[in-house]
């Protein structure tokens, strides 16, 4: 059954790590010796190339198989989004894949804008709650968006509120949300949007979408 087929996908995954290892071990001393005709270094080279696409087909193969199954356990952490981005964009860039290609994972952002933005969602989520109260900033990028998401455990947002939010309705009795309003003419005029709803199981939460640019074109 399925544990069979993973556990064999594993197994053949392993057992060909060694053999693997031994011939980009050889093929890197061969590329490298100096007393060896060019023309033979670069087959060496070549041999190396050919077997680091195997090793990463292997990787491929054994992860997506503990995938597939759900054997691969989640490490989740905090992330910042920024400087992985630029990190994973740097790393990208030095390998030999990168040369044929012109890439970009860009925000194009107010930075001011979006700063005063977060700012006024951190700060009605420190004013409307009771001291204590836990607030999560969070960055979480799409295939052509990043979510920021801003959420506490708080009282969440009252009624009244939530309905203005959500519809653009207001009357005599709304109360006070410009500070909300302008973080949805922030998001709006970047070409996105906000969604504000009550966190679960408590609490108030906003959403705010941002529309990025990806370039990975040859």
């Keep these: 059954g399925f544990t069979a087929q993973r556990q064999f996908t594993g197994n053949a995954a392993h057992e060909l790590r060694t053999p693997l290892a031994l011939i980009l071990g050889w093929a890197e001393q061969l590329e490298q010796d100096a007393a060896l005709p060019a023309a033979v270094r670069q087959k060496a080279g070549d ?46 860039c030095e390998s030999p894949l990168a040369a044929g290609c012109d890439m970009a994972v860009e925000l194009h952002a107010d930075a001011a804008l979006l700063g005063r933005a977060v700012e006024n969602l951190l700060n009605n989520a420190a ?6 109260v836990h607030i999560t900033l969070a960055a979480v990028l799409r295939e052509n968006a990043l979510e920021l998401t801003v959420a506490d455990d708080g009282a969440g947002y009252p009624a009244a509120v939530l309905h203005a939010l959500q519809t653009g309705e207001t009357g005599a ?46």
């Design 47 to 92: 041999i190396r190339t050919q077997s680091e696409k195997l090793r990463a087909l292997i990787e491929d193969l054994n992860l997506t198989s503990k995938l597939q199954y759900g054997a691969q356990p989640l490490r989740r952490q905090p992330v910042q989004a920024g400087p992985l981005l630029r990190r994973l964009a740097a790393e990208f």
């Design 127 to 132: 004013r409307h709650n009771a001291p204590g």
């Design 173 to 218: 009795n709304t109360p006070h949300i410009l500070g909300l309003h302008v973080v949805e003419q922030i998001a709006q005029a970047h070409g996105g949007s906000v969604q504000f709803m009550q966190n679960a199981p408590q609490g108030a939460k906003a959403v705010v979408t941002l529309p990025t640019e990806n370039q990975a074109h040859r």
